[in-house]
């Protein structure tokens, strides 16, 4: 680990042993530093069909040095009000929000997170209405999707001056709606592609309670499925990797969930959090590790106490008040 990251860990338990949740706050921004971040954007627009709208696809990369994460959106702009018969938004599986660059890579660069609620997957029919990015002490994006009756889903995704974190805060506003539940799907492949070229594998995944393996040599039956973790209330992380690889692993810090379960295989391992119908918050921490497996676990258990205080407590919009979406949309 980096002295800049020793640190940040150093303050972080100096500020805990004064008993104050402020002063963690305080260190982490004091550690995190003051420089301003720089967001590129890129665009490429696909033109549409007779049978198919336009395609389009963008990407905010935040400029940190070392580590340059990237948020992808990609999207058919059918535009609102989606009807049966229309092709949706996201009518497959690999287009929609992914992270990007280095090993945020693995976090599936196409399609890294989906919401549904009682079932109907609020990203795929119809695009983002609204699309904002600011740069600041951090870096910032929220996309909006401003569903019918007022309903409403917002992704706000926080980036620190060192690019170590990508946080994402889900906000849910669904006025009138019987709510019966509440899901996060999260798609990733820790030590990234290589079983799609033929390369073996050997996947595993780490929580605080539980540790499971996929070995190169698993054969996959109706006796004998892949192994799957069940998560409870009292899981709040979760690392993923791969021992043939042994870099490229990913970690997930999240808010505590009613249930979930993270479902391996040799390939792509996707995980489900089931949240209380009640929530209309849910937060989120996403990293990515280039060192080796030892190596990166360790990193992600000394920097958690540091990227939860951030994830829960840094405003995802420059200004303290965060009002509602009301800045000037990208063109």
Request: aromatic share 10%.
């Amino acid at each position: 680990m980096s002295s800049r990251k020793y640190a940040v860990v150093v303050l972080i338990l100096g500020c805990c042993a004064l008993g104050t949740a402020q002063g963690g706050l305080d260190a982490v921004k004091a550690a995190m530093g003051t420089s301003r971040m720089k967001i590129e954007r890129k665009v490429k627009l696909t033109e549409g069909t007779e049978s198919k709208p336009p395609l389009k696809g963008e990407t905010w990369t935040f400029l940190t040095g070392a580590i340059s994460p990237a948020i992808n959106y990609g999207r058919f702009l059918n535009p609102p009000p989606y009807t049966p018969g229309r092709t949706p938004s996201l009518p497959i599986y690999d287009i929609g929000v992914g992270l990007d660059n280095g090993s945020f890579g693995n976090w599936y660069r196409g399609n890294t997170l989906r919401v549904k609620v009682n079932g109907r997957d609020l990203m795929a029919e119809q695009p983002a209405t609204r699309v904002e990015y600011k740069e600041g002490a951090n870096g910032y994006l929220r996309l909006i999707w401003e569903l019918e009756n007022q309903r409403m889903l917002a992704l706000n995704f926080l980036v620190p001056a060192d690019g170590h974190v990508v946080c994402c805060r889900i906000d849910l506003a669904l006025p009138g709606l019987a709510v019966e539940k509440i899901e996060v799907l999260l798609n990733c492949y820790p030590g990234g592609y290589g079983p799609l070229y033929k390369l073996p594998s050997h996947r595993f995944v780490n929580t605080a309670h539980a540790s499971v393996e996929v070995p190169h040599d698993f054969q996959k039956s109706e006796t004998n499925p892949f192994p799957k973790v069940q998560l409870t209330p009292d899981d709040d992380w979760i690392y993923y990797g791969d021992k043939i690889e042994d870099k490229g692993s990913l970690g997930l810090l999240f808010t505590p969930v009613e249930e979930g379960e993270v479902h391996t295989s040799k390939y792509g391992i996707r995980t489900i959090l089931h949240y209380p119908v009640e929530v209309r918050k849910i937060y989120l921490a996403f990293t990515a590790y280039d060192q080796q497996n030892e190596s990166a676990q360790h990193a992600m258990k000394e920097m958690m106490t540091q990227d939860r205080i951030f994830m829960t407590e840094t405003p995802f919009w420059p200004e303290a008040s965060e009002p509602a979406p009301a800045d000037k949309p990208q063109q």
